[in-house]
Protein backbone atom coordinates (compact mmCIF):
# COMPACT_ATOMS: atom_id res chain seq x y z
CA UNK A 1 0.00 0.00 0.00
CA UNK A 2 1.48 3.39 -1.06
CA UNK A 3 2.12 6.08 1.59
CA UNK A 4 3.39 9.55 1.05
CA UNK A 5 6.05 11.10 3.42
CA UNK A 6 6.92 14.95 3.99
CA UNK A 7 10.56 15.34 4.19
CA UNK A 8 12.29 18.38 3.86
CA UNK A 9 15.55 17.11 1.79
CA UNK A 10 13.21 14.71 -0.22
CA UNK A 11 10.07 16.49 0.30
CA UNK A 12 7.85 13.59 -1.29
CA UNK A 13 8.69 9.95 -1.59
CA UNK A 14 6.72 6.99 -0.63
CA UNK A 15 7.84 4.36 2.04
CA UNK A 16 6.93 0.84 3.38
CA UNK A 17 4.11 0.26 6.48
CA UNK A 18 3.49 -2.47 8.18
CA UNK A 19 -0.21 -3.79 7.35
CA UNK A 20 -1.14 -5.97 4.79
CA UNK A 21 -2.40 -4.76 1.01
CA UNK A 22 -0.78 -2.98 -1.67
CA UNK A 23 2.37 -1.99 -1.63
CA UNK A 24 3.40 0.58 0.39
CA UNK A 25 7.08 0.73 -0.91
CA UNK A 26 6.67 2.22 -4.54
CA UNK A 27 7.12 5.67 -5.31
CA UNK A 28 4.77 7.65 -6.94
CA UNK A 29 4.83 10.29 -9.70
CA UNK A 30 3.61 13.77 -9.32
CA UNK A 31 -0.32 14.48 -10.76
CA UNK A 32 -0.31 15.79 -14.13
CA UNK A 33 -3.01 18.52 -14.60
CA UNK A 34 -4.81 16.00 -17.29
CA UNK A 35 -5.33 13.30 -14.44
CA UNK A 36 -6.31 15.26 -11.68
CA UNK A 37 -8.69 16.42 -14.23
CA UNK A 38 -9.86 12.72 -15.06
CA UNK A 39 -10.15 12.08 -11.30
CA UNK A 40 -11.47 14.77 -9.97
CA UNK A 41 -8.62 15.67 -8.36
CA UNK A 42 -7.70 19.31 -7.71
CA UNK A 43 -4.01 20.06 -8.67
CA UNK A 44 -3.75 23.48 -9.74
CA UNK A 45 -3.83 26.62 -6.81
CA UNK A 46 -7.34 27.86 -7.68
CA UNK A 47 -7.93 31.42 -7.60
CA UNK A 48 -9.19 33.67 -5.22
CA UNK A 49 -6.97 35.05 -2.24
CA UNK A 50 -4.31 32.65 -0.52
CA UNK A 51 -3.75 32.63 3.45
CA UNK A 52 -1.01 30.66 5.23
CA UNK A 53 -1.74 29.21 8.40
CA UNK A 54 0.00 27.52 11.18
CA UNK A 55 -1.56 23.98 12.84
CA UNK A 56 -1.57 22.80 15.76
CA UNK A 57 -3.62 19.21 17.06
CA UNK A 58 -2.77 15.48 16.80
CA UNK A 59 -1.81 13.14 14.33
CA UNK A 60 -1.14 9.83 13.07
CA UNK A 61 1.06 8.42 9.73
CA UNK A 62 2.63 5.35 9.03
CA UNK A 63 6.24 5.94 7.15
CA UNK A 64 7.37 2.53 8.64
CA UNK A 65 5.26 1.46 11.09
CA UNK A 66 2.17 3.31 12.76
CA UNK A 67 2.94 6.41 14.46
CA UNK A 68 1.20 9.00 16.85
CA UNK A 69 2.95 12.32 16.04
CA UNK A 70 1.33 15.97 16.09
CA UNK A 71 0.53 18.92 13.67
CA UNK A 72 3.28 21.52 15.30
CA UNK A 73 4.68 23.78 12.72
CA UNK A 74 3.23 22.05 9.66
CA UNK A 75 1.52 24.97 7.30
CA UNK A 76 -1.54 24.68 5.34
CA UNK A 77 -2.26 27.00 2.78
CA UNK A 78 -6.31 27.66 2.38
CA UNK A 79 -7.58 29.80 -0.93
CA UNK A 80 -10.82 31.90 -0.55
CA UNK A 81 -12.65 32.21 -3.57
CA UNK A 82 -13.66 36.06 -5.01
CA UNK A 83 -17.41 35.61 -4.03
CA UNK A 84 -16.61 34.02 -0.45
CA UNK A 85 -18.31 30.88 -0.72
CA UNK A 86 -15.73 28.74 -1.20
CA UNK A 87 -12.16 27.65 0.36
CA UNK A 88 -10.11 25.27 -0.78
CA UNK A 89 -7.45 23.38 1.72
CA UNK A 90 -4.09 22.58 0.46
CA UNK A 91 -2.58 19.25 2.13
CA UNK A 92 -5.51 19.17 4.39
CA UNK A 93 -4.18 15.98 6.22
CA UNK A 94 -1.10 17.15 7.89
CA UNK A 95 1.22 14.41 7.03
CA UNK A 96 0.01 13.39 3.39
CA UNK A 97 1.81 16.29 1.05
CA UNK A 98 0.13 15.23 -1.82
CA UNK A 99 0.43 18.72 -3.48
CA UNK A 100 -3.68 18.62 -4.21
CA UNK A 101 -6.31 20.73 -3.06
CA UNK A 102 -10.39 19.94 -1.66
CA UNK A 103 -12.51 22.14 -1.50
CA UNK A 104 -15.13 23.51 1.23
CA UNK A 105 -18.60 25.68 1.07
CA UNK A 106 -18.09 28.93 2.94
CA UNK A 107 -21.30 29.21 5.32
CA UNK A 108 -21.38 32.32 7.79
CA UNK A 109 -18.65 31.24 10.59
CA UNK A 110 -18.17 27.63 8.71
CA UNK A 111 -16.59 26.13 6.38
CA UNK A 112 -18.31 22.42 5.21
CA UNK A 113 -15.86 20.10 3.60
CA UNK A 114 -17.20 17.22 1.51
CA UNK A 115 -15.54 13.74 2.38
CA UNK A 116 -15.49 11.39 -0.64
CA UNK A 117 -12.75 13.82 -2.28
CA UNK A 118 -9.89 12.82 -4.02
CA UNK A 119 -6.49 14.26 -2.82
CA UNK A 120 -4.24 11.44 -4.90
CA UNK A 121 -3.87 8.73 -8.03
CA UNK A 122 -1.58 6.16 -8.98
CA UNK A 123 -2.30 5.92 -12.44
CA UNK A 124 -0.18 2.73 -13.00
CA UNK A 125 -1.93 0.74 -10.19
CA UNK A 126 -5.21 2.40 -10.92
CA UNK A 127 -6.33 3.63 -7.53
CA UNK A 128 -6.42 6.50 -5.25
CA UNK A 129 -6.78 8.29 -2.05
CA UNK A 130 -9.95 10.35 -0.61
CA UNK A 131 -11.06 12.30 2.20
CA UNK A 132 -12.70 10.26 4.83
CA UNK A 133 -13.98 10.10 8.32
CA UNK A 134 -12.01 7.24 9.96
CA UNK A 135 -13.59 5.93 13.65
CA UNK A 136 -10.30 3.90 15.16
CA UNK A 137 -11.46 1.76 18.13
CA UNK A 138 -8.45 0.85 19.88
CA UNK A 139 -6.58 -0.79 17.44
CA UNK A 140 -5.27 -0.14 14.00
CA UNK A 141 -6.68 -2.40 12.76
CA UNK A 142 -10.28 -1.98 13.81
CA UNK A 143 -12.08 1.05 12.74
CA UNK A 144 -15.13 1.97 10.34
CA UNK A 145 -14.89 4.25 7.55
CA UNK A 146 -17.37 7.00 6.43
CA UNK A 147 -17.02 8.57 2.99
CA UNK A 148 -20.30 10.56 2.65
CA UNK A 149 -21.50 13.72 4.92
CA UNK A 150 -18.59 16.40 5.32
CA UNK A 151 -16.60 17.66 8.13
CA UNK A 152 -17.03 20.93 9.46
CA UNK A 153 -13.97 23.95 10.01
CA UNK A 154 -15.25 26.72 12.71
CA UNK A 155 -14.05 30.52 11.92
CA UNK A 156 -13.56 32.32 14.81
CA UNK A 157 -11.90 34.79 16.35
CA UNK A 158 -8.64 36.15 13.93
CA UNK A 159 -9.63 34.12 11.20
CA UNK A 160 -8.45 30.52 13.24
CA UNK A 161 -10.06 27.63 11.82
CA UNK A 162 -10.66 24.95 14.33
CA UNK A 163 -11.61 21.28 13.17
CA UNK A 164 -15.29 20.20 14.86
CA UNK A 165 -15.97 16.91 15.99
CA UNK A 166 -12.46 15.36 16.03
CA UNK A 167 -10.72 13.99 19.04
CA UNK A 168 -7.82 11.37 19.75
CA UNK A 169 -6.63 9.02 23.05
CA UNK A 170 -3.33 8.38 21.78
CA UNK A 171 -2.54 6.43 24.86
CA UNK A 172 -4.76 3.76 23.71
CA UNK A 173 -5.36 3.83 19.90
CA UNK A 174 -8.91 5.41 20.10
CA UNK A 175 -9.54 8.13 17.28
CA UNK A 176 -12.17 9.79 15.59
CA UNK A 177 -10.55 12.26 12.55
CA UNK A 178 -10.22 13.22 9.23
CA UNK A 179 -8.38 10.83 7.18
CA UNK A 180 -7.78 9.49 3.84
CA UNK A 181 -8.38 5.62 2.74
CA UNK A 182 -7.84 3.98 -0.26
CA UNK A 183 -10.02 3.26 -3.12
CA UNK A 184 -10.75 0.42 -6.07
CA UNK A 185 -9.02 -2.96 -5.51
CA UNK A 186 -8.68 -1.39 -1.90
CA UNK A 187 -11.64 0.33 -1.32
CA UNK A 188 -12.00 1.36 2.37
CA UNK A 189 -8.72 0.47 3.58
CA UNK A 190 -7.25 3.16 6.02
CA UNK A 191 -3.87 4.86 4.79
CA UNK A 192 -3.46 5.44 8.53
CA UNK A 193 -2.81 9.21 7.98
CA UNK A 194 -5.85 11.03 10.51
CA UNK A 195 -5.68 14.75 11.65
CA UNK A 196 -8.09 14.72 14.82
CA UNK A 197 -8.48 18.55 17.00
CA UNK A 198 -7.07 20.22 14.49
CA UNK A 199 -6.59 24.43 15.01
CA UNK A 200 -4.80 26.39 12.57
CA UNK A 201 -3.95 29.70 12.88
CA UNK A 202 -3.31 32.43 10.15
CA UNK A 203 0.49 33.35 9.38
CA UNK A 204 1.27 36.83 7.87
CA UNK A 205 4.20 36.61 5.48
CA UNK A 206 5.87 38.52 2.45
CA UNK A 207 8.38 37.28 0.46
CA UNK A 208 11.19 39.90 -0.14
CA UNK A 209 10.70 41.31 -3.38
CA UNK A 210 13.88 43.21 -4.90
CA UNK A 211 13.32 46.85 -7.02
CA UNK A 212 12.15 46.09 -10.47
CA UNK A 213 15.54 47.77 -11.81
CA UNK A 214 17.59 46.35 -9.86
CA UNK A 215 21.06 45.08 -11.71
CA UNK A 216 22.16 41.43 -10.78
CA UNK A 217 26.15 39.87 -11.01
CA UNK A 218 26.66 36.22 -11.45
CA UNK A 219 28.34 34.96 -7.53
CA UNK A 220 29.37 31.55 -6.14
CA UNK A 221 28.11 30.55 -2.81
CA UNK A 222 30.56 28.34 -1.16
CA UNK A 223 30.12 27.06 2.35
CA UNK A 224 31.81 23.69 3.74
CA UNK A 225 29.43 21.44 2.32
CA UNK A 226 28.35 22.67 -0.59
CA UNK A 227 28.69 25.16 -3.62
CA UNK A 228 26.49 26.86 -6.21
CA UNK A 229 25.61 29.61 -8.01
CA UNK A 230 23.35 32.62 -7.25
CA UNK A 231 22.53 36.24 -7.99
CA UNK A 232 23.23 39.40 -5.87
CA UNK A 233 22.38 43.04 -6.85
CA UNK A 234 23.06 45.72 -4.86
CA UNK A 235 20.77 48.62 -4.22
CA UNK A 236 22.17 51.80 -2.67
CA UNK A 237 23.02 50.11 1.27
CA UNK A 238 21.02 47.13 0.53
CA UNK A 239 21.57 43.77 -0.82
CA UNK A 240 19.60 40.83 -2.67
CA UNK A 241 20.53 37.22 -3.16
CA UNK A 242 18.27 34.98 -5.32
CA UNK A 243 19.04 31.59 -5.36
CA UNK A 244 20.26 30.67 -2.13
CA UNK A 245 17.96 27.56 -1.83
CA UNK A 246 18.73 25.29 -5.29
CA UNK A 247 16.33 22.34 -3.67
CA UNK A 248 13.21 24.09 -2.55
CA UNK A 249 12.81 27.97 -3.02
CA UNK A 250 15.32 28.61 -5.99
CA UNK A 251 13.18 31.76 -7.05
CA UNK A 252 13.20 33.43 -3.89
CA UNK A 253 15.19 36.62 -2.22
CA UNK A 254 16.89 37.39 0.39
CA UNK A 255 17.52 40.89 1.59
CA UNK A 256 20.00 42.35 3.96
CA UNK A 257 21.85 45.98 4.63
CA UNK A 258 25.05 47.24 4.54
CA UNK A 259 25.95 48.96 7.45
CA UNK A 260 30.34 49.89 7.46
CA UNK A 261 32.10 46.42 6.62
CA UNK A 262 29.37 44.25 7.98
CA UNK A 263 26.03 43.07 5.55
CA UNK A 264 23.28 41.80 8.43
CA UNK A 265 20.25 39.81 7.11
CA UNK A 266 17.57 39.57 9.12
CA UNK A 267 15.48 36.39 10.08
CA UNK A 268 12.71 36.55 7.10
CA UNK A 269 10.47 34.30 4.73
CA UNK A 270 11.79 32.69 2.43
CA UNK A 271 8.68 30.79 0.11
CA UNK A 272 6.54 28.13 1.16
CA UNK A 273 6.90 24.18 -0.02
CA UNK A 274 4.07 21.31 0.50
CA UNK A 275 3.74 21.46 4.17
CA UNK A 276 6.21 23.60 5.50
CA UNK A 277 6.64 27.76 5.69
CA UNK A 278 10.54 28.22 4.69
CA UNK A 279 12.86 31.04 6.04
CA UNK A 280 16.28 32.14 5.70
CA UNK A 281 17.91 32.57 9.07
CA UNK A 282 21.19 32.45 10.52
CA UNK A 283 22.47 30.47 13.97
CA UNK A 284 25.88 30.43 15.88
CA UNK A 285 28.13 27.07 15.19
CA UNK A 286 30.85 25.54 17.17
CA UNK A 287 32.77 22.05 17.30
CA UNK A 288 31.96 20.56 20.47
CA UNK A 289 33.58 17.59 21.96
CA UNK A 290 32.09 15.30 24.46
CA UNK A 291 33.46 13.00 27.33
CA UNK A 292 34.88 10.39 25.04
CA UNK A 293 36.77 12.88 22.63
CA UNK A 294 34.27 12.82 19.70
CA UNK A 295 33.71 16.16 18.07
CA UNK A 296 30.35 16.63 16.32
CA UNK A 297 28.98 20.35 15.11
CA UNK A 298 26.72 22.66 17.81
CA UNK A 299 24.08 25.25 16.37
CA UNK A 300 23.06 28.39 18.57
CA UNK A 301 20.05 30.15 18.08
CA UNK A 302 19.96 33.68 18.89
CA UNK A 303 17.99 36.11 17.11
CA UNK A 304 17.77 34.05 13.53
CA UNK A 305 20.02 36.76 11.86
CA UNK A 306 23.22 35.93 9.94
CA UNK A 307 26.11 39.33 10.28
CA UNK A 308 28.89 38.81 7.15
CA UNK A 309 32.20 40.39 6.81
CA UNK A 310 32.13 42.98 3.17
CA UNK A 311 34.96 43.32 2.08
CA UNK A 312 33.92 46.87 -0.28
CA UNK A 313 37.46 46.15 -2.65
CA UNK A 314 36.22 42.82 -3.81
CA UNK A 315 32.19 42.87 -3.12
CA UNK A 316 32.46 39.63 -0.96
CA UNK A 317 31.18 39.35 1.82
CA UNK A 318 31.72 36.15 4.07
CA UNK A 319 30.21 34.92 7.52
CA UNK A 320 31.89 32.34 10.59
CA UNK A 321 27.85 31.31 11.22
CA UNK A 322 25.67 29.18 9.73
CA UNK A 323 23.43 30.19 6.81
CA UNK A 324 20.04 27.91 6.97
CA UNK A 325 17.07 27.68 4.81
CA UNK A 326 14.61 26.79 7.99
CA UNK A 327 11.44 25.37 8.90
CA UNK A 328 10.43 27.18 11.56
CA UNK A 329 10.98 31.33 12.38
CA UNK A 330 11.41 30.85 16.65
CA UNK A 331 14.17 28.27 16.32
CA UNK A 332 16.50 25.66 14.40
CA UNK A 333 13.93 22.80 12.81
CA UNK A 334 14.88 21.32 9.48
CA UNK A 335 16.75 22.75 6.17
CA UNK A 336 19.53 23.53 3.89
CA UNK A 337 22.60 24.56 5.54
CA UNK A 338 25.12 26.27 4.49
CA UNK A 339 28.69 26.58 7.27
CA UNK A 340 30.86 29.77 6.89
CA UNK A 341 29.28 30.60 3.79
CA UNK A 342 31.90 32.83 1.43
CA UNK A 343 29.73 34.93 -1.72
CA UNK A 344 32.26 36.09 -4.21
CA UNK A 345 31.44 37.36 -7.79
CA UNK A 346 31.99 34.35 -10.10
CA UNK A 347 33.26 34.39 -13.91
CA UNK A 348 33.60 31.16 -15.85
CA UNK A 349 37.09 30.32 -17.30
CA UNK A 350 38.99 27.81 -17.83
CA UNK A 351 40.39 25.41 -14.32
CA UNK A 352 42.07 22.84 -13.30
CA UNK A 353 40.03 20.90 -10.33
CA UNK A 354 41.76 20.41 -7.54
CA UNK A 355 42.06 16.86 -6.78
CA UNK A 356 39.09 14.96 -5.09
CA UNK A 357 39.15 12.09 -2.56
CA UNK A 358 37.72 8.94 -1.35
CA UNK A 359 36.65 9.41 2.41
CA UNK A 360 35.50 5.65 2.94
CA UNK A 361 34.96 2.39 1.00
CA UNK A 362 32.24 0.23 3.14
CA UNK A 363 32.53 -2.87 2.39
CA UNK A 364 29.08 -4.73 2.64
CA UNK A 365 29.68 -7.85 0.92
CA UNK A 366 30.99 -9.53 4.46
CA UNK A 367 27.02 -8.73 5.62
CA UNK A 368 25.97 -10.49 2.24
CA UNK A 369 24.04 -7.29 1.41
CA UNK A 370 25.55 -7.95 -2.13
CA UNK A 371 27.36 -3.99 -2.84
CA UNK A 372 29.66 -1.88 -1.65
CA UNK A 373 29.74 1.94 -0.73
CA UNK A 374 31.95 4.20 -1.33
CA UNK A 375 32.54 7.83 -0.57
CA UNK A 376 34.27 10.99 -1.82
CA UNK A 377 34.91 14.38 -1.08
CA UNK A 378 35.03 16.36 -4.73
CA UNK A 379 36.04 19.80 -4.10
CA UNK A 380 34.03 22.44 -5.66
CA UNK A 381 37.48 24.45 -6.19
CA UNK A 382 40.62 24.63 -8.70
CA UNK A 383 43.88 24.10 -7.63
CA UNK A 384 44.42 27.58 -6.98
CA UNK A 385 41.11 27.31 -4.25
CA UNK A 386 39.28 29.60 -6.64
CA UNK A 387 35.48 28.07 -7.13
CA UNK A 388 34.22 26.31 -9.85
CA UNK A 389 30.51 25.64 -11.07
CA UNK A 390 29.29 22.37 -10.12
CA UNK A 391 27.45 22.02 -12.71
CA UNK A 392 30.10 21.95 -15.11
CA UNK A 393 31.72 19.72 -13.13
CA UNK A 394 32.10 15.69 -13.13
CA UNK A 395 34.69 12.61 -11.81
CA UNK A 396 35.58 9.23 -12.66
CA UNK A 397 36.31 5.97 -10.84
CA UNK A 398 38.81 4.29 -10.84
CA UNK A 399 40.11 0.77 -9.54
CA UNK A 400 43.46 -0.98 -9.79
CA UNK A 401 44.09 -0.09 -13.27
CA UNK A 402 44.20 3.24 -14.54
CA UNK A 403 41.27 2.59 -16.97
CA UNK A 404 37.85 4.44 -15.97
CA UNK A 405 35.37 2.08 -13.94
CA UNK A 406 31.81 2.25 -15.01
CA UNK A 407 28.21 2.21 -13.92
CA UNK A 408 27.01 -0.26 -15.57
CA UNK A 409 23.17 -0.31 -16.92
CA UNK A 410 22.45 -3.45 -16.20
CA UNK A 411 23.57 -3.06 -12.45
CA UNK A 412 21.49 0.93 -11.72
CA UNK A 413 17.91 0.25 -13.25
CA UNK A 414 17.75 4.61 -13.87
CA UNK A 415 20.89 3.97 -16.27
CA UNK A 416 19.70 3.85 -20.15
CA UNK A 417 23.52 2.71 -20.82
CA UNK A 418 27.23 2.53 -19.13
CA UNK A 419 28.30 5.90 -17.44
CA UNK A 420 32.05 6.37 -16.80
CA UNK A 421 31.73 10.06 -15.84
CA UNK A 422 29.82 10.93 -13.65
CA UNK A 423 28.06 14.58 -13.30
CA UNK A 424 28.51 16.43 -9.81
CA UNK A 425 24.71 16.71 -9.49
CA UNK A 426 23.72 13.41 -10.87
CA UNK A 427 21.66 11.29 -8.75
CA UNK A 428 19.33 8.16 -9.87
CA UNK A 429 16.17 9.40 -7.27
CA UNK A 430 18.79 8.53 -4.39
CA UNK A 431 18.70 4.84 -4.28
CA UNK A 432 22.30 3.90 -5.68
CA UNK A 433 24.26 6.95 -6.43
CA UNK A 434 23.90 9.98 -4.14
CA UNK A 435 24.52 13.96 -5.64
CA UNK A 436 27.37 15.52 -5.10
CA UNK A 437 29.58 13.16 -5.17
CA UNK A 438 28.16 11.70 -1.86
CA UNK A 439 28.09 7.62 -2.00
CA UNK A 440 28.05 5.81 -5.00
CA UNK A 441 27.04 2.22 -4.38
CA UNK A 442 29.11 -0.89 -6.32
CA UNK A 443 28.05 -4.22 -7.23
CA UNK A 444 31.24 -5.72 -7.66
CA UNK A 445 33.88 -6.34 -5.20
CA UNK A 446 37.72 -7.68 -4.68
CA UNK A 447 39.49 -4.52 -5.52
CA UNK A 448 43.22 -3.49 -3.87
CA UNK A 449 42.09 0.02 -4.16
CA UNK A 450 39.67 2.55 -5.42
CA UNK A 451 40.53 6.01 -7.21
CA UNK A 452 38.53 9.30 -8.14
CA UNK A 453 39.01 11.70 -10.34
CA UNK A 454 37.53 15.31 -11.22
CA UNK A 455 37.04 16.68 -14.53
CA UNK A 456 35.91 20.61 -15.32
CA UNK A 457 33.86 21.94 -18.18
CA UNK A 458 34.73 25.37 -18.10
CA UNK A 459 35.56 28.23 -19.91
CA UNK A 460 35.39 25.78 -23.19
CA UNK A 461 37.87 23.76 -22.06
CA UNK A 462 38.44 20.27 -20.65
CA UNK A 463 40.99 19.80 -17.62
CA UNK A 464 41.02 17.09 -15.60
CA UNK A 465 42.47 16.51 -12.04
CA UNK A 466 45.25 13.82 -10.71
CA UNK A 467 43.78 10.25 -10.13
CA UNK A 468 43.77 10.13 -6.33
CA UNK A 469 43.71 6.41 -4.84
CA UNK A 470 42.54 5.02 -1.74
CA UNK A 471 43.98 1.80 -0.12
CA UNK A 472 41.74 -1.21 0.45
CA UNK A 473 44.05 -3.47 2.30
CA UNK A 474 45.64 -0.32 4.91
CA UNK A 475 44.17 2.53 6.93
CA UNK A 476 45.29 5.94 6.09
CA UNK A 477 48.74 4.49 4.71
CA UNK A 478 49.41 1.95 7.76
CA UNK A 479 49.61 -1.45 7.46
CA UNK A 480 46.45 -3.88 9.04
CA UNK A 481 48.77 -5.17 12.03
CA UNK A 482 49.81 -1.43 13.11
CA UNK A 483 47.06 -0.79 15.68
CA UNK A 484 45.23 2.59 15.48
CA UNK A 485 42.39 3.76 17.43
CA UNK A 486 38.67 2.84 15.88
CA UNK A 487 37.14 6.27 15.30
CA UNK A 488 33.39 6.40 13.95
CA UNK A 489 32.01 8.41 11.42
CA UNK A 490 28.19 9.54 10.64
CA UNK A 491 27.65 9.46 6.46
CA UNK A 492 28.65 13.08 6.51
CA UNK A 493 31.90 12.15 7.41
CA UNK A 494 31.74 13.90 10.41
CA UNK A 495 33.52 12.04 13.86
CA UNK A 496 31.18 11.61 16.17
CA UNK A 497 30.57 9.07 19.31
CA UNK A 498 29.82 5.85 20.04
CA UNK A 499 26.17 6.57 20.72
CA UNK A 500 25.43 8.64 17.99
CA UNK A 501 22.05 7.56 16.69
CA UNK A 502 21.98 6.66 13.01
CA UNK A 503 24.29 4.88 10.31
CA UNK A 504 28.21 5.13 11.54
CA UNK A 505 31.04 4.03 9.55
CA UNK A 506 33.78 2.89 11.77
CA UNK A 507 37.69 2.19 10.93
CA UNK A 508 38.57 -0.44 13.42
CA UNK A 509 41.85 -1.01 14.81
CA UNK A 510 42.79 -3.77 12.60
CA UNK A 511 42.31 -1.60 9.54
CA UNK A 512 38.78 -3.04 8.84
CA UNK A 513 35.52 -0.57 7.79
CA UNK A 514 32.40 -1.51 9.85
CA UNK A 515 28.65 -0.48 9.51
CA UNK A 516 26.69 0.40 12.69
CA UNK A 517 23.23 1.28 12.94
CA UNK A 518 21.78 2.42 16.48
CA UNK A 519 18.62 3.36 16.64
Known amino acids: MKHLSLLLTTLLCATMAT ?51 TQDGIMSEVVFSADGTKAYFKNIISHAATDTWVEGN ?36 NYTVTSTGSVTFEIGDNGVLSLLGTSGEPDVNIFNGLGLVYTNEYEGKWSYYLDYATVMTPKEVEAVVPPADLEVETYSLLSESDGHIVNVGFDGADVYIQGISRNNVPEAWMKGTITGNKIVFPLQFAGAIQSYLLYFCGTDARIETDEDGYQTWKYYWSDGSITFDFDQRTRSFSSTQTLWVNNSDTGLGRGEAFRSPLFRPYKEVAATPATPSVVAFIDTYFERAG ?48 MEEIPFRFNDGNRYILEGAYAIYL ?15 GGGEERRS ?49 KHILH
Open 19 to 69: AQGPDRAKAFTRLAPAQADAHGIISERPDGTSRYYTRTGGSTYAPLYFQKV
Open 106 to 141: VDGNTISVPLGQMVYWWDSDNYGMRLARVDVKGSIE
Open 371 to 418: FNIVMFNVPLSDVDGNFIDPDLLSYQIYVDDDEPYPLYADEYPTLNED
Open 443 to 457: FQSGFDRIGVQSIYR
Open 466 to 514: DISYYSLTAVNGLPADVPATAMRFDLSGRRVSARHKGVTISRMSDGSIR
